[in-house]
């Protein structure tokens, strides 16, 4: 069946779409991809998502209308994948829809007696099943969350799919605005996988570039600022202190963690300390590179040091990253999820392809022993398509 996965990750850079055909087999199901595009946001648009995912000047009646603006768009994204395959929406089977993520909270506090996760994905599945007449289906993270889970990652599951090995050990890096690793032992199948956000991937960079560019520029594309610092040791240790580091899996995080606080701070300890703009973004990209390492190092078997390390999500285009990455983990064999067999940006949209057809199948899609849910559940919400009969 052909199956379409949308996502929109934490940068708000576009919407991923991949349009795959999916066939059931009796262990694991078969992938293929058909097509895939990015449809980027305007700079505009992205500003007031990101305004919006801001603790400090969201607003509530703004989120509710980007919900619809993000779901309207959302099915053109779907349109159109389908158009550039030269097939039609009547031959899809399915949607699966991320949406935007505009707040992420899995710590649990307890309030008024009950222990309390939230998360919060917005882009209207009614308004992209109503557009596409196809039955979508989103909001993946909270039934995970419910069950007690971190409601992250959901995406482990395909990267052993795509990438697993029969012998060699392996590490699948998305450095997308936050960074996760999944951990894919050889020869194990979908047995001994972990999987956990590492913090930030290339969310402080576009944060601190957009800020030292009062908005002109979005990220250090291709590190070309990086490439003219420094890193500074000292501000690496400030920040290598981040709380998140210390905690072991499961765990996941967001902007919340690594926004605009720890953009402030590092923003005056910068002026305060003359530390140069060139300094500080090769700092914060050291950063990302430092996290990955201690965390493969600290919590992954022994081994996985000289894993073969595949790279995918934007930040795998950002050359200095990549370069500080194999100086980290000397041992690990890099190469991009393309070189392993899969375009690296089409994999975060197709794992919410892959995570429709398994909740249309009644089948769990998360992994407990990652997110830490209590047990494997069918994940998200379903919005009726036009051929959908009622249950049968
Ligand atoms: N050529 C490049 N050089 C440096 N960074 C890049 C480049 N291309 C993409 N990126 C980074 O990748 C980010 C988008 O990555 P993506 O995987 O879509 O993340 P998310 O899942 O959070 O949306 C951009 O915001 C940018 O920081
Ligand atoms: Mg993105």
Redesign the pocket.
Known sequence: MNVIGL???????GI?AALLEITPKKALPEIRLIQFLVRPFSAQLRERILRAADAASGATSEICRLNALLGELFAKTAALVTRRAGISLRDVALIGSHGQTIAHFPDAPVEHGVSVRSTLQIGEPSVIAERTGVTTVADFRPRDMAAGGEGAPLTPYLHALLFRHARRDRIVL?????ANLTFLPGGRGLRGLLAFDTGP??VL??GLVARLSSGQM??????RIARAGQVNRQLLRFLMAHPYLKRRPPKSTGREAFGPLVIDALLHRAATRGITKEDLVATVTAFTAESVALHVTRDLPAAAVSAELITC???A??PMLITQLQEALPECRLLTASEAGFPG?AI?ASAFALLAYLTAYGLPGNLPAITGASHPAILGKIVPGRAFRGLQ
């Open positions: 996502m929109s990750g934490t940068s708000a850079d991923d998305n450095l997308g605005g936050i991937g290339n960079i576009d979005y990220a250090d594309l291709d590190g999500g934007g930040g285009n950002n940006r975060e």
